[in-house]
């Protein structure tokens, strides 16, 4: 148990198991302040989703003004290539009736605005991490990519094998064949098993084929300063507004090697095909996630699919590979913040990466394949432990361009290191907050008050565990008004739910007609509004009980099993584009 003797290694455990013991025992035996902290927590919970709902809001925003800017950007190309063979167009001018209106008076400040997404100068390498998935969903998410304009000239595919895969090497091959001439380049890594000091998951699968691949690239000849790393999942439809967003964001920056970019995650693949539960589930999933990315200091996390230079994943050392980094997106941001003194910040990129909902056959082994990956998930409560030890070390060395005895170097020596506690402090409240909120609030939220009421003010006098002359709430005035407030308070605590609920359901519609140019009947319609029914229980059952299991857990040094989601994929259902070599 050498592990548990950090002191930062209890946080992660003590809470969901506090907020749980709190409950029958806060009323018992220390009922005022009891309700001073159920006050506290509340009102602070309460906070705390109105600035989500405000970030989300201005996070919704950005991505529609992004898709505006890029179809303007198509529906130009489009007009430009009018003139052409339909044959020789560009494939992106493939576009909805809506898409061919008339250009805006103001020509010249549009042609200003669609100008950077020209003349690519990275060559992004694109990792996607597999281990036993459907072959065909495989050649859809990499035929994708293969459809943008310059994925011939600037992109490399690094496809992250696991040798335990039966007959992996030749399924490689066969892909690697298959898109044979449509990339830069296409390098199939095979990660060995049983590497000492090594857990099997994503992050060690990653960390190898990026080691692989970018040493291949390098051998190559290719320059290591125009390499990006953008990790994907097997099941992410990156669009080419992605990597364009990407090129802008790198060519804006004063050092490009200090961002990591990160984008929304929307799950409209197969949305339809799943149990409310699970689509309720990540739908509330992708609206945290982009809530997290409108932070004004750059300090928030990448989900699934983010992007980095070569130059900063080699000075970080590539990804940890040990089992505290199962969380691998949100561990690699931290890893470069603190490896880099607090200088990496996260760029985000407003477009949206669509994914494909957990899904397998039959509706109980769905729900129990969601409840799987959302163990999996909260095993990256791992990273508060690292969040902690790592947000109190000492800094080495002084900030560049400081000069020792100068007395202006000195405040800014000063004004530069109190910055930096203030980011890391940030950071911890952002890292405890993704992951002690799931573990308390289910609790919390929907027992606290009522299990207070029960034994404060029993049905039936026999049950009285509390004598009136103890309960402060009777005995005094400040009390029972402070008990009226905390219940006011939980009353308004899903308002912030709803609205938030209220704005993804606008954008979602926005998404599907205008980015992925669904028809209408395939969005989300007002039937769907019934798919809320489920969230209590969808918010229990993969929020509550699944991160504080996760949180228990690291009470044991057992490493936990890794187990890949399920994802169906039906060949007949891709599109004919995408599956044509």
């Given amino acids: 148990m050498s592990r548990l003797r950090s002191p930062s290694e209890w946080v992660a455990p003590l809470v969901p198991l506090t907020a749980l013991a709190i409950l029958p025992l806060g009323p018992l035996l220390f009922p005022r302040i009891y309700l001073f902290l159920l006050f506290f927590y509340f009102t602070l919970f309460l906070y705390s989703q109105v600035n989500h709902v405000c970030k989300f809001y201005m996070t919704s925003c950005r991505i529609r003004s992004t898709i505006v800017k890029w179809n303007k950007h198509i529906r130009s190309k489009s007009m430009d290539q009018s003139d052409m063979p339909t044959g020789v167009r560009h494939p992106s001018t493939k576009l909805t009736e809506r898409s061919h209106a008339v250009m805006d008076d103001d020509k010249l400040e549009e042609m200003e605005q669609v100008q950077y997404y020209e003349n690519p100068n990275y060559l992004h390498a694109i990792i996607i991490p597999n281990y036993c998935e459907p072959e065909g969903l495989l050649k859809d998410t990499i035929g994708r990519l293969a459809t943008h304009s310059n994925a011939k000239t600037n992109y490399a595919i690094f496809l992250a094998m696991e040798e335990t895969e039966e007959n992996w090497k030749v399924k490689g091959d066969r892909l690697a064949s298959f898109f044979q001439d449509r990339f830069a380049h296409f390098i199939v890594s ?134 505290d980094a199962v969380g691998e997106d949100m561990h690699m941001w931290l890893k470069c913040f603190f490896k880099t003194d607090g200088q990496v910040r996260t760029a985000p990129i ?195 009980l699944p991160s504080t299991l996760a949180c228990v857990k690291r009470l044991s040094q057992k490493e936990q099993q890794y187990i890949v989601s399920e994802k169906l994929f039906h060949e007949d259902d891709a599109p004919v584009a995408v599956l044509t070599a």
């Fill in 190 to 323: 095979g990660h060995p098993a049983n590497i000492p000091g090594e857990s099997r998951g994503k992050g060690s699968n990653v960390a190898y084929a990026a080691r692989f691949g970018c040493a291949e690239l390098l051998r190559r000849g290719v320059d290591r300063r125009r390499v990006v790393l953008t990790v994907s999942d097997s099941d992410s439809a990156i669009p080419e507004l992605y990597m364009r967003e990407v090129e802008d964001a790198l060519n804006r920056s004063d050092n490009p090697h200090y961002l990591l970019l990160a984008p929304p995650i929307f799950f409209s693949r197969n949305c339809y095909q799943v149990p409310a539960a699970v689509r309720v589930t990540d739908i509330t999933w992708s609206a945290m996630v982009m809530s997290n990315l409108s932070n004004s200091k750059g300090l928030s996390f990448p989900c699934s699919t983010y992007s980095l230079s070569m130059v900063l994943a080699e000075r970080v050392g590539y990804w940890d590979t040990d089992a």
């Fill in 350 to 544: 407003y477009v949206p990466i669509n994914l494909t909902n957990v899904q397998t056959e039959g509706y109980l082994s769905n729900v129990n394949a969601r409840y799987v990956q959302a163990k999996r998930h909260y095993n990256g409560v791992a990273d508060v432990a690292y969040t902690l030890k790592n947000a109190f070390t000492q800094q080495r060395g002084a900030p560049k361009g400081s000069l020792l005895g100068d007395a202006s170097s000195s405040l800014a020596m000063a004004a530069s290191s109190a910055a930096a506690w203030t980011d890391k402090l940030t950071v911890c409240f952002l890292i405890l907050e993704a992951h002690m909120i799931p573990a308390t609030s289910g609790w919390l939220m929907f027992a606290a008050v009522p299990l207070m009421q029960f034994i404060l003010f029993p049905p039936f006098s026999a049950l009285a565990l509390v004598s009136p002359a103890q309960n402060p709430i009777l005995t005094s005035e400040f009390y029972a008004m402070l008990w009226n407030m905390v219940k006011i308070i939980t009353v308004l605590l899903p308002f912030p739910l709803f609205a938030t609920l209220s704005i993804y359901e606008h954008l979602h519609r926005s998404i599907d007609r205008d980015f992925l140019q669904k028809p209408k009947a395939e969005s989300r319609q007002w039937k769907h509004l019934l798919d809320y029914a489920t969230l209590p229980v969808a918010a229990w059952l993969f929020m509550t």
